[in-house]
């Protein structure tokens, strides 16, 4: 079994920042691609940001393009999204997702491709 855990969410105004982090048990996350989903109020879960495996091919939904980085830290088996310039319409619980292991070297798109998921964590942006 594998266990996802997010943290680093919270309640910021608009502009602010947040650092969201997702650890892993019983899995080395350096050998997986990863993503980051959110979910608001009424809406479908939707992708914001994705890494392959080998962590060279990062993608981002266009609503987040230039405001938010989705990276991994080896050493401490992390995986991070920075988010900056926050919006109001950033508002939602973020889930960060388990994928393939080193296939290739693609990320995905679609939350059927990934296998494991974490709780999630609120973020919530004021105006």
């Known amino acids: 079994q594998v266990q996802l855990v997010e943290s680093g969410g919270g309640l910021v105004q608009a502009g602010g920042s947040l650092r969201l982090s997702c650890t892993a048990s019983?899995?080395?996350?350096?050998?997986?691609?990863m993503g980051w989903f959110r979910q608001a109020p009424g809406k479908e879960r939707e992708l914001v940001a994705a890494?392959?495996?080998?962590?060279?091919?990062?993608h981002y939904a266009d609503s987040v393009k230039g405001r938010f980085t989705i990276s991994r830290d080896n050493a401490k088996n992390t995986l991070y999204l920075q988010m900056d310039s926050l919006k109001p319409e950033d508002t939602a619980v973020y889930y960060c997702?388990?994928?393939?292991?080193?296939?290739?070297?693609?990320?995905?798109?679609?939350?059927?491709?990934?296998?494991?998921w974490g709780q999630g964590t609120q973020v919530t942006v004021s105006s």
């Open positions: 890494l392959s495996w080998s962590g060279g091919r990062p």
């Open positions: 019983g899995r080395t996350l350096s050998i997986y691609a």
């Open positions: 997702a388990l994928g393939p292991p080193r296939l290739g070297d693609s990320v995905y798109y679609h939350s059927n491709e990934y296998v494991s």
